[in-house]
């Protein structure tokens, strides 16, 4: 067809590129937020009991970045995040691509016993600041940081039946649908507005007996959560093996990883039509690979879109008005759901 998913969704790492991230500090979690960072995160060790930390923020710019994260690592970081300084966003990279903001504050994560009188000796002598360099240090307060996280993530209610729980909170309403989730690298928790508007779209369709296609799955949560509604079977597709075993463990906690198939795109099917299929990836991959998703949904099937910006939903309408009917534009925060049927 052309576009391979592949080639498109290389510019999507970890689903969302568009958005920034975040770091739970000492639990890696990959957040989707507008006004946080993006992370590139490498920790050697993580510890689970409290514990102080010394944080070094460097002012830095766009093509200085990576090179100021490269000399934190080794110069004993635990983990290094890049911050916007000035709330700038980013969209989608083109594939391979890192892009990083005009000025970005790069952020080293030390043990408070590091010895970080030699990091800043360093950090001052280094050649790429030809002006001098701007930074901080500051102690982080001694928290059990993982506790910290995860009294951050509480179940989440989507529509009328549909709730979404973390492995360590008691279940709400054991009556309901209930998708069993732990916060994971792979993106879908339900925390971001389009993961929410997918779900809330799934809890209010009649979804029994029915094949249900998860473009670009993620965490697994969209398919999972089709699945304890009613459908037959999912069919999972993700460019990332990560989300693939993440959604495998995922299916696996909530008992319906018979039912669920997960594909890189390599060895997505050629040749299949379901009821239902959704895709909360990027607008431009949504609009670039629309014969591929198109394609998957049977006539007079449903079609849900996510993962686009109120000023992209026109473009991703027209890449998909020929074949489908589309209803009003859900909105929540910048963020937009687009459904649509398609023609017999």
Not at 4 to 28: N, S
Not at 60 to 70: G, I, N, P
Not at 77 to 101: C, H, M, N, R
């Amino acid at each position: 067809m052309g576009i391979g998913l592949v080639d498109v969704l290389e510019a999507a790492a970890l689903q969302h590129a568009k958005a920034t991230f975040t770091v739970a500090l000492l639990f890696l979690r990959l957040i989707l937020r507008r006004q946080t960072a993006t992370i590139r995160a490498q920790f050697q060790r993580v510890k689970s009991k409290a514990m102080p930390w010394i944080q070094l923020r460097v002012n830095s710019t766009e093509k200085q970045a990576e090179q100021v994260s490269d000399m934190l690592m080794s110069w004993g970081a635990q983990a290094v995040s890049f911050v916007d300084a000035k709330d700038t966003p980013i969209y989608e990279p083109l594939p391979g691509e890192v892009l990083y903001w005009e000025n970005t504050v790069v952020v080293g994560l030390f043990d408070a016993e590091h010895k970080m009188d030699k990091v800043v000796r360093q950090l001052e002598k280094a050649a790429i600041f030809k002006n001098g360099v701007q930074y901080k240090l500051e102690q982080l307060e001694d928290k059990d940081w993982e506790r910290e996280w995860m009294d951050n993530f509480h179940p989440i209610r989507f529509g009328n039946r549909l709730w979404v729980c973390p492995s360590w909170r008691d279940i709400p309403d054991p009556t309901a649908v209930n998708v069993m989730l732990d916060p994971g690298l792979a993106f879908g928790t339900g925390t971001h507005p389009t993961t929410a508007l997918c779900m809330e779209w799934l809890d209010a369709q009649e979804l029994s007996q029915s094949l249900v296609v998860d473009f670009g799955c993620g965490s697994g949560i969209l398919g999972i959560a089709a699945l304890k509604l009613g459908a037959k079977r999912v069919v999972g597709i993700d460019i990332d093996p990560q989300a693939i075993e993440s959604s495998l463990a995922n299916a696996t906690r909530n008992g319906v990883e018979q039912q669920i198939e997960l594909y890189l795109p390599k060895d997505q099917p050629a040749s299949l039509q379901a009821d239902v299929v959704v895709a909360n990836i990027l607008a431009g991959p949504l609009a670039q690979l629309s014969g591929i998703i198109s394609a998957y949904v049977k006539p007079g099937g449903l079609l849900a879109l996510s993962g686009i910006l109120e000023s992209q939903a026109q473009s991703v309408i027209d890449a998909y008005a020929a074949e489908f009917e589309f209803d009003p534009v859900a909105v929540k925060e910048e963020w937009v759901r687009l459904t649509a049927r398609k023609k017999v």
